[in-house]
């Protein structure tokens, strides 16, 4: 999911210049960036907290 999300912020933003290619993304396309960040963050955090911190 990670990598996904990379590989659209990259060829789709304005971020490392334009490709030959450009292709406007939707509103939808970032609220499933935003809330798949969101998800993995939470993720990561409460896979931490139970492995580490509550033995």
Known sequence: M???IGT???K?????GHG???VKLSIRHSRLVV??????G???LETYYSN???K
């Open 8 to 10: 659209l912020r990259s």
């Open 52 to 54: 580490y911190l509550e």
């Open 20 to 22: 030959t290619k450009k």
């Open 35 to 40: 809330n798949s960040c969101m998800t993995i």
């Open 42 to 44: 939470l993720f990561l």
């Open 2 to 4: 990670a990598t996904g």
């Open 12 to 16: 789709n933003s304005s971020a490392h």
